[in-house]
């Protein structure tokens, strides 16, 4: 089968440009015969230096050159490679001057003339050419993203950004003015070892072994880039520094005669030797031959250099025991590693361990040294990957779920981990939230991708090819569908690559990348172009819809002037979503809706579902302007209905001032089409817009009403909703108790997790209040629903109700007194809080104050709802807040928030605000303004049945008053507000054992606050 030819492909590589200047100074004194000569042997010494770097000549323009490094193959320090070049070039050129440009960026390879019949086009070309002739003479200007890769390891001198031709944008530029000895990158190792117990015993007791027994040892390290045997090596260095001589070195990653700048390294370290012959032998080794052996033929010069080595350290072996470790010998060459196998073959009673590092791939040498024990650097398991990245973050605790994305997603690599962390950092991704860091989302960072742009080009290209359609696939990565595909020779590839590692086969026959960052890089250099046909292949393949909707949603992205694909794409996007919205994949439904409805779909049904999933995750704007394609339809009338309808639902929460009027008309014209179905909900949704503006008796009217024409028409849904609303509005109905079991038990039935999230709020709401302030026994059931609730809402990915189910959840726990438990719902509510949509979730930011506050913290009190919000729940975030303060004794503070309006109306209000008022005031030593905020709280509490709220206004009300007839008998249900005030009125009283009793209690509820006054 014929070779494919070369695809385009992008790439991260590093290009240089470097011109003669001062050229027609130079031409007007000479011939110009003899400036061609000049220019062209400095040209051909120039390209010696780029190739001796790694890098190949693109083309010569002129007298001008440009040079790639990265292209064909990539290493993983390409710009540290292209800077040494410029900088060895300003050495070059005799009478000529050059001006060199650097920049490293993504390019694309394409198949057009170049050294291996292509040429790299982009962006990044131009700004080095631009570099380039912003240089002065002997200059070398380097773009930002040199510098960035070079790090630690270039010193730079920065200079003014450049307006390059073509750019809207400043260019940050440096000059290169040297690079630093490898191993030498400034940046001290201040991170503790993390995990490799196992690997630091073993090679401590094989020192321990060596010095003892007198005899040497060769161990390999080997393993992929960045998975710590550097780091390792640097750990057996301190255990054997102790009690040894130790000598380390490694080899240049570029340039030549590598192999005797190492023995060059080790013979310094090791120190002089007195024998003249020995000397003289091994220092021909570091490139020093010395005029006696010159007539040595090669064969015996060899010999002779072993013999040298040997016999230095049988020397040095005598005075201590040795450690010489090697590393990064899988640069070395041939000639190298064969005299170092003859040493360490022929060294036997020399306590010396000899560790050579080296990488994986490539692997050949590791065949030179057969009888060696080889110790692989793997991967570091979860616990210890999870733990090295709370390291590296250091100064705060990482979210839990944090944490994991970047094990999952750096695959146990303690590199990728440092650099992930690092790009987190400097993209501001990393978010301190207060009590830990959580992480946003982030791209490969470019230190990384240079890594594994270096490990992708070892494979050969029919594997690169089916790794890059494997990581496409994705999960769909079959054997079948990767030959499908068609890349030849697809079969003998994908074993190869199961077989070297790289790719695992999992269930049912799936091949999945065993380093994912890989497979993102994989996948990031195939060209757009290739991409988009790829997917568009891949969306033929048998699958499931999702599977060819995704194909089809990236084959549109990357084939934007194919419209027909695109089309195709938003119907099946469609035709997706709504299933998924059907089956309560909501933040599913959501995205792959959006993007149908981008790409083109315009069905009022899909439009209708997005727009509603829109409204539900808070996201008001998009869900009208979603809405706003709905357009007339001249033979069907119910669309407009049923679009203005939607748009008027949108806003019963947020501006629900607005939207009544809205849904009454609506329902009006329901009305005149004739559909009660559809009316009865206009009706009801008005119902819940009166209850946002507090408008308590019209909210109950208007559901009154709604539920009516439900039951009437029998919609069993319809009257449930009603219902359970009622059970809010109006929590003193006697019908109460039968509504809320109808609607769990019609939730349950249904098995419908939307259905069961508006049963289970008004339940847990009804149950909180009548428990607040009471025991664990009391909020039990509470707490039941409560966690019922924060479960099918995280299911459905409703943000919103997560929140207020947490909040509850947390403040219970933190009311009877299980401060750590109300600080892992604290947790979970700082993580749903930080997505954007929530920002204004009031109740979820108290309820985060009161756990955190509990737990001893001394923060401010985060800001109140602003007064015109007329949410009740927010209503309830403020008594939340102030109750809170008091608790904590910070009863000035609390003082300087007593409402004298009521924010939430009726008695809820009375419970949650009214309550807290009278607490408040009596901590603040106004018993008479206390009194009737504490008589209404009696009332209401009897209305609602709340138990604990009322005995806790009475024993307020027996405090105010002073009258021991009042106290209220000890409530039973365990640690509770409740029983702290029965104590507190027994022990202003005068009863001692009553305030031996409050200061247990309060010590446990963390609530300094109740003793203040006593
Ligand atoms: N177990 C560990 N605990 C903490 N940090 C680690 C650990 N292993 C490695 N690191 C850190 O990860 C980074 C990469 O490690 P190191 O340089 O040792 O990798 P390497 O295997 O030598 O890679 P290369 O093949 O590129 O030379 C370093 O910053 C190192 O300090
Ligand atoms: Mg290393």
Redesign the pocket.
């Given at each position: 089968m014929a070779e494919p030819g070369p695809v385009p492909e992008r790439k991260l590589a590093t290009v240089l440009f470097a011109d003669v200047v001062g050229f027609t100074s130079l031409s007007e004194r000479t011939d110009s015969e003899v400036v061609a000569r000049l220019v062209d042997s400095a040209f051909r010494e120039m390209a010696a230096v780029v190739v001796d770097h790694g890098g190949t000549i693109d083309k010569y323009m002129g007298d001008c050159l440009m040079a790639v490094f990265g292209v064909p193959t990539a290493h993983?320090d390409d710009a540290e490679r292209a800077v040494a070049a410029a900088l060895a070039m300003r050495k070059l050129g005799g009478d000529l001057v050059f001006s060199i440009g650097v920049n490293s960026g993504e390019v694309l390879v394409t198949p057009l003339g170049g050294d291996a019949g292509t040429t790299v086009i982009g962006d990044t070309v131009n700004v080095a050419a631009r570099l380039e002739k912003a240089a002065g003479p002997g200059e070398v200007l380097c773009g930002p993203l040199t510098v960035e890769l070079i790090g630690g390891r270039g010193v730079f001198r920065p200079r003014q950004p450049v307006i390059l031709k073509g750019k809207r944008e400043p260019v940050d530029v440096a000059e290169a003015v040297s690079l630093r000895p490898s191993g030498a990158d400034g940046s001290a190792?201040e991170?503790?070892?993390?995990?490799?117990e196992d690997e630091i015993n073993y090679l401590g007791a094989l020192w321990q072994r060596v010095a003892r027994d007198q005899r040497a040892q060769t161990v390999l390290l080997c393993?992929?880039?960045?998975?710590?045997?550097?780091?390792?090596a640097g750990e057996l260095i301190r255990l054997a520094s102790v009690d040894g001589t130790v000598v380390r070195s490694s080899y240049p990653a570029y340039g030549p005669a590598g192999g005797a700048a190492v023995a060059a390294d080790v013979l310094h370290q090791l120190g002089p030797v007195d024998d003249n012959e020995v000397s003289i032998r091994v220092r021909s080794l570091a490139g020093k031959t010395d005029e006696s052996l010159r007539l040595m033929d090669p064969a015996g010069l060899h010999k002779e250099q072993v013999w040298g080595f040997l016999t230095l350290l049988q020397e040095k072996g005598a005075e201590a025991p040795m450690l010489i470790v090697i590393?990064?010998v899988h640069r070395s060459s041939d000639t190298m590693l064969e005299v170092i196998a003859e040493l360490t073959g022929r060294l036997s009673s020399v306590p010396l361990l000899m560790v050579l590092?080296g990488?994986s791939e490539p692997s050949s040498w590791l065949a030179h040294f057969p009888a060696a024990t080889t110790v692989r650097?793997g991967p570091?398991g979860r616990c210890?990957a999870a733990a090295?990245s709370r390291?590296l973050v250091c100064d705060k605790p990482l979210a839990a779920e944090a944490a994991d994305f970047l094990v999952a997603r750096a695959g146990g690599n303690?590199?990728y981990l440092?650099e992930l962390v690092r790009m987190a950092r400097a993209t501001g991704s990393l978010v301190d939230d207060g009590e830990c860091y959580r992480l946003g989302a982030a791209a490969v960072p470019a230190s990384l991708h240079a890594?594994l742009s270096a490990r992708l080009d070892t494979l050969g290209p029919g594997q690169k090819t089916v790794f890059q359609h494997a990581s496409l696939l994705g999960d769909s990565a079959t054997e079948d569908n990767i030959g499908r595909l068609g890349a030849p020779g697809a079969a003998a590839a994908l074993t190869s690559l199961v077989d070297g590692g790289l790719l695992v086969r999992g269930p049912a026959g799936v091949h999945q990348a065993a380093d994912p960052l890989l497979s993102e890089v994989a996948y990031e250099t195939l060209s757009r172009h290739v991409r988009g046909a790829l997917h568009k292949q891949a969306a033929l393949l048998p699958g499931p819809p999702e599977q060819r909707a995704r194909h089809l949603e990236r084959a549109a992205q990357y084939l934007s002037d194919d419209s027909s694909v695109a089309d195709q794409a938003a119907e099946m996007l469609a035709e997706v979503g709504e299933e998924y919205a059907d089956s309560a994949r909501y933040p599913e439904a959501l995205r792959v809706l959006e993007r149908a409805v981008e790409l083109g779909t315009r069905r009022t049904s899909v439009l209708l579902k997005l727009a509603d999933l829109q409204a539900l995750t808070g996201a008001d704007e998009e869900a009208r302007a979603t809405l706003a394609l709905i357009e007339d339809d001249p033979a069907d009338p119910e669309v407009a209905i049923e679009r203005d309808h939607a748009a008027a639902r949108v806003k019963m929460f947020t501006d629900p001032e607005m939207a009544w009027p809205k849904l009454m008309s609506v329902a009006g014209r329901w009305r005149e089409v004739g559909r009660p179905d559809r009316e009865s909900w206009a009706i009801a949704n008005a119902g819940v817009a009166s209850f946002n503006v507090s408008r308590m008796e019209q909210a109950a009217d208007e559901l009154e009403r709604a539920l009516a024409m439900f039951v009437e028409m029998q919609d069993r849904v319809g009257a449930v909703s009603c219902s359970s609303f009622l059970c809010i509005v109006k929590p003193g109905d006697r019908r109460v108790p039968g509504w809320l079991a109808d609607a769990l038990a019609f939730a349950d039935e249904t098995g419908e997790r939307s259905k069961q999230i508006s049963a289970l709020t008004p339940l847990a709401w009804n149950y909180y209040l009548r428990s607040l302030w009471g025991g664990p026994a009391d909020t039990a059931e509470a707490e039941g629903f409560g966690r019922r609730l924060a479960d099918v809402a995280e299911q459905l990915g409703d943000d919103e109700m997560a929140v207020q189910a947490h909040s509850l959840l947390a403040l219970m726990a933190r009311w009877t007194g299980r401060i750590e438990e109300a600080g892992r719902e604290q947790s979970r509510l700082v993580a749903l809080l930080d997505r954007p949509a929530l920002r204004d979730a009031w109740l979820g930011w108290a309820a985060g104050f009161s756990a955190a506050v509990a737990g001893g913290s001394t923060r401010a009190a985060p800001p109140f709802p602003p007064s015109r919000l007329a949410d009740p729940v927010a209503g309830v975030a403020r008594t939340v807040i102030r109750a809170e303060l008091a608790f904590a004794g910070r009863i000035e503070e609390a003082a300087m928030q007593i409402e004298t309006v009521a924010r939430v109306p009726g008695a809820v209000g009375d419970i949650a605000g009214g309550l807290v008022n009278a607490l408040t005031l009596v901590l603040d030593r106004r018993p008479a303004e206390a009194r009737p905020c504490a008589e209404r709280a009696v009332s209401a509490a009897r209305v609602l049945d709340a138990g604990p709220a009322g005995v806790l206004a009475m024993a307020l009300l027996a405090e105010i008053d002073r009258d021991p007839d009042l106290v209220p008998p000890a409530p039973e249900g365990g640690l509770s507000v409740a029983s702290a005030a029965v104590m507190r009125a027994r022990a202003v009283l005068g009863d001692a054992e009553a305030l031996e009793e409050l200061h247990r209690i309060t010590d446990r509820l963390a609530m300094p606050g109740l003793v203040s006054g006593v």
């Open positions: 993983d190792e991170i503790p070892l993390v995990g490799r393993g992929e880039a960045g998975s710590g045997k550097t780091r390792l590393d990064d590092a990488r650097v570091l210890d090295l390291v303690p590199l440092r890594v």
